[in-house]
């Protein structure tokens, strides 16, 4: 993640309300965010700026249908 998964698990761990993982969230660094102990997520440019939207938008569903 941009902020670095060290500096979200401790924001995690710190927060007492919920902690959305936001800005520059790709499938790449989804991994690193889930292993921070992220689970709410924001992703937004990753589709939206991706030269076929619904291409992008189906990846990001077979991603996360993979943790269901």
Same mark, same amino acid.
């Given at each position: 993640?941009?902020?670095?998964?060290?500096?979200?698990?401790?924001?995690? %761990? &710190?927060?007492?309300?919920?902690?959305?993982?936001?800005?520059?969230?790709?499938?790449?660094?989804?991994?690193?965010?889930?292993?921070?102990?992220?689970?709410?997520? &924001?992703? %937004?440019?990753?589709?939206? %700026?991706?030269?076929?939207?619904?291409?992008?938008?189906?990846?990001?569903?077979?991603?996360?249908?993979?943790?269901?």
């Amino acid at each position: 993640t941009p902020l670095g998964e060290a500096r979200l698990r401790r924001a995690l %761990c &710190a927060a007492q309300q919920p902690v959305y993982a936001i800005g520059g969230m790709t499938r790449a660094r989804f991994a690193a965010a889930l292993r921070a102990g992220a689970t709410r997520f &924001a992703v %937004c440019r990753d589709i939206c %700026c991706a030269s076929d939207v619904f291409v992008a938008a189906k990846k990001w569903k077979d991603v996360l249908c993979t943790l269901i």
